[in-house]
T-cell receptor
Framework: NAGVTQTPKFRVLKTGQSMTLLCAQD?????MYWYRQDPGMGLRLIHY???????AKGEVPDGYNVSRLKKQNFLLGLESAAPSQTSVYFC????????????FGPGTRLTVL | GQNIDQPTEMTATEGAIVQINCTYQ??????LFWYQQHAGEAPTFLSY??LDGLEEKGRFSSFLSRSKGYSYLLLKELQMKDSASYLC??????????WGAGTKLIIKP
């Protein structure tokens, strides 16, 4: 997954705390996505961006906010973490729409106590 | 609603052949993807089908039947490193990917 990095790799939060996950790319791709992956479920889209300065809601946006101020960075924020947000978070990017191959970052494992 | 179905888990023997099925019901269709995900790692792209038929790529092949809402991933000459989860995903009418829960493939020597 060269070209896509996620920070941090692991994090433990207490209920009500906030945090920001960073996805950074050097592949110059327009589309960026935030997914969560939970056991027994498929990847679920939280938010996505089709270019710098744009964001849109995915399937499960509640409790999350995003920003794409620079093309290479896509931030995912949790304002007040809840145990239901315990998950593995993946950032992905593609050159075009959902018919194009998505390249995934290494993931962030988040636990909310 | 939109739905992707795959078996939860499959077991196969090293050197053998295994077929992982995926059925889908989505609002629109703009292609079907297969990804491989090793435990604790990110998904990586394996194949993409948008037209009916078989796409072959080395030991891996993927088949699509749009009229039946069906795809399969065929893995030949299984190796221990093929132990992983295999994710099926469909690009819907909005060009968003709808993901199956994945099939965990266990390879035994």
């Amino acid at each position: 997954n060269a070209g896509v990095t996620q920070t941090p790799k692991f994090r433990v939060l207490k209920t009500g705390q906030s945090m920001t996950l960073l996805c950074a790319q050097d592949m110059n791709h327009e589309y960026m996505y935030w997914y969560r992956q939970d056991p027994g479920m498929g990847l679920r889209l939280i938010h996505y961006s089709v270019g710098e300065g744009t964001t849109a809601k995915g399937e499960v946006p509640d409790g999350y906010n995003v920003s794409r101020l620079k093309k290479q960075n896509f931030l995912l924020g949790l304002e007040s973490a809840a145990p239901s947000q315990t998950s593995v978070y993946f950032c992905a990017l593609s050159s075009g729409s959902g018919a194009d191959t998505q390249y995934f970052g290494p993931g962030t494992r988040l636990t909310v106590l | 609603g939109q739905n992707i179905d795959q078996p939860t888990e499959m077991t196969a023997t090293e050197g053998a052949i295994v077929q992982i099925n995926c059925t889908y019901q989505t609002s629109g269709f703009n292609g079907l993807f297969w990804y491989q995900q090793h435990a604790g790692e990110a998904p990586t792209f394996l194949s993409y089908n948008v037209l009916d038929g078989l796409e072959e790529k080395g030991r891996f092949s993927s088949f699509l039947s749009r009229s039946k809402g069906y795809s399969y991933l065929l893995l030949k000459e299984l190796q221990m490193k093929d132990s992983a989860s295999y994710l099926c995903a469909v690009s819907d009418s909005n060009y968003q990917l709808i993901w199956g829960a994945g099939t965990k493939l266990i390879i035994k020597p």
